[in-house]
């Protein structure tokens, strides 16, 4: 089994840039792909970016393309969201989550680990 620990939330102006960090421990041997997805109060949970188990392969939501860019370092057993040109609407608690698929997957029903989520405020 996997553990998922996100950090890095806050709160940050429109346009400001945020650091998101997911830290893996357990059976992390294993070939996981990683993703990172968003949710609003009254809202679904949605995809924002993901990445392989080599880090080779990625995928970003078209409301996040251009802003967001989800890396990996399987050495340090982490994944990171770099969020920058923040606008209110990304304004949602941040999850990290694995699967052991060759990936990546971009849906929620998709992967089977999941963090506790952080929390990411973009306001004036």
């Known amino acids: 089994q996997v553990q998922l620990v996100e950090s890095g939330g806050g709160l940050v102006q429109p346009g400001g840039s945020l650091r998101l960090s997911c830290a893996v421990s357990g059976r992390t041997s294993i070939r996981y792909s990683m993703g990172w997805f968003r949710q609003a109060p009254g809202k679904e949970r949605e995809f924002v970016a993901a990445i392989s188990w080599r880090g080779s392969d990625t995928a970003d939501a078209d409301y996040v393309k251009g802003r967001f860019t989800i890396s990996r370092d399987n050495a340090k057993n982490t994944v990171s969201l770099q969020m920058n040109s923040l606008k209110p609407e990304d304004t949602a608690v941040y999850y990290c989550?694995?699967?052991?698929?060759?990936?990546?997957?971009?849906?929620?029903?998709?992967?089977?680990?999941w963090g506790q989520g952080t929390q990411v405020t973009v306001s004036s």
């Open positions: 989550a694995a699967v052991p698929s060759p990936g990546p997957p971009t849906t929620v029903r998709e992967y089977n680990y």
